[in-house]
């Protein structure tokens, strides 16, 4: 008797196939102790390992610089003007 081949399922990540491992690694350009961090917090959803794979990227990003207030713009903008005459 013929018995169709198992197939996986598709929203949930399995640890063991290496190949599926490496695609979504991949895809989220994680590190292997990023990615198992991640599945031991919040389990094997791919779904779920995506959306915190964005929040820490998120969490990464440089914050902008301080801007002046307008004041001191404008004010230097004058002393370039000065300093040029």
């Known amino acids: 008797m013929r018995r169709p081949k198992p197939q996986p399922i598709r929203n949930k990540l399995d640890l063991a196939d290496r190949t599926q491992v490496r695609l979504?690694?991949?895809?989220?350009?994680?590190?292997?102790?990023?990615?198992?961090?991640?599945?031991?917090?919040?389990?094997?959803?791919?779904a779920a390992i995506s959306k915190e794979a964005a929040l820490q990227r998120a969490a990464t990003l440089p914050k902008p610089d301080e801007v002046p207030p307008g004041a001191v713009i404008a004010s230097a903008a004058v002393g370039e003007l000065a300093t040029r005459k």
Not at 32 to 41: N, P, Q, Y
């Open 24 to 46: 979504v690694r991949k895809r989220l350009g994680l590190s292997d102790a990023e990615l198992t961090s991640i599945v031991e917090r919040i389990g094997n959803s791919i």
